[in-house]
């Protein structure tokens, strides 16, 4: 009679109910990325107001945090271009030792943000966000491909909403109540939350593989390589193209409010840090409780109609509260967690459900983090893009008037574009990739 050489959890991860196992996936997925956050966004939370970089372009002189976060954001970025390659080809067994490591040098990096000299602060923070722009890919590789992705990757992508504001609270409270001072508190606020993510990536480690049913439902995923990821991209390059347009802008939104929620909130008279997570929890909850109902929808080829036509009302209501706002009929939290809700309706199925059930409706025997990843590196490229765009070229204009104009932007070119895209990946063809 042979042993199973499994571990006790994974044992019983594989007999678990869909219930049982969809809700420990979650868990672990959730508190490995909400930790993650920790290590990234708490520099948001303070102004570095009273640093001098004395450094200018084009006769503009630099804000040291928009610099600061454009810094880490490149970081973020180049990470995401990288990790085209490496999120799709690393094998699973190696996924714990990448997420420990990646956190490892994230969390250095912060350390030598608080202590280098002013100008080598640059680049300690753009050394902390390269290796956090990889976290996402490894932990989706855990729970792509499975029948109840809809509700794993919506409880993932629940996380990096909420994670936001509270983390950022966290560091506000660190400096408002523990007079930790701003350059050292990113640091501070990731040592509160390394063990967690320890934890997490020890429970995610434990999940089993799909089971035969699960690529059965949807497809195969497997790692990429080169030549694999070429063929994918040629294959879908009229739909991709589209999305990485939309992405690029949307990406670019979601980012600016993020960054600058702190500058935005002062500009409507929102003092408190608990403003935080008062706007981001019910985005957070509404985002997770909308996606998790795509899990109702079977057929793989309405359940992707169903998650285009989710963002496009998602921009839709991005619109409607903005133009509320203007008018007055709405105050400023309300707005900004309408506004919130809409952004990321359209913003967060691309790294979770677009991508996972376009694969399964086409068939094509790949991972889903490939797609994601190739997205996420168009889209930070247009998050560093528009920050230096509003510096230089619209300083006069407040950051809360550029957020205002961007909203009609954004939701009318992402509309027409998520229309098209729909339409061609609605009438691609199963069977027409790589058979899996």
Known sequence: MSIDPRSPITRWLSRAPDVSFSLYAVAAAFTAYFCMYAFRKPLSAASYSEISLQL?????????????????????????????????????????????????????????????????????????????????GFVVRYLEGRR??????????????????????????????????????????GAVFFVPFLLAVFLLKQLPPPTDHDVKLRTVRQSMDGAERWNFAKRFLPGLLLLLVTYFFLTAFRDFRDNFQHELFEEMGIK????????????????????????????????????YLLMIAGLALLAISTILYQAGSLQGETWMILSGLGAYLAYVPYGSVLFDRTIAYTRYAGTAVFAIYLADAVGYTGSVGIMFYKDFFASETSRLEFFQGFVYVLTIVGTILLVFSALYFVKSSQGGGKSG
């Not at 409880?155 to 007079?179: P, R, T």
């Open 56 to 136: 200018s372009l084009f006769g503009q002189e630099l804000v040291p945090k928009t610099i600061f976060v454009t810094s880490q954001i490149c970081g973020y970025c180049v990470s995401k271009y990288v990790g085209v390659k490496i999120c799709s080809e690393v094998t699973r067994s190696k996924l714990p030792l990448c997420l420990v490591a990646a956190i490892v040098v994230a969390w250095l990096s912060l350390l030598l943000f608080a202590v280098l000299p002013v100008r080598l602060k640059i680049l300690a923070i753009f050394c902390n966000g390269l290796p956090l722009g990889f976290i996402w």
């Open 148 to 189: 109840t992705s809809e509700i794993l990757l919506a409880g993932l992508s629940c996380s990096y909403i909420l994670a936001s504001g509270e983390v950022k609270s966290v560091g506000k409270w660190l400096i408002q109540d523990h007079n930790v001072p701003e350059l050292w508190m990113p640091f501070v606020t």
């Open 272 to 307: 408190d840090s608990g403003a935080f997570s008062r706007t981001e929890r019910p985005v957070a909850f509404g985002v997770m409780a909308a996606l998790a109902m795509l899990y109702l929808i079977k057929s793989n080829r309405w359940g992707l109609l169903a998650t």
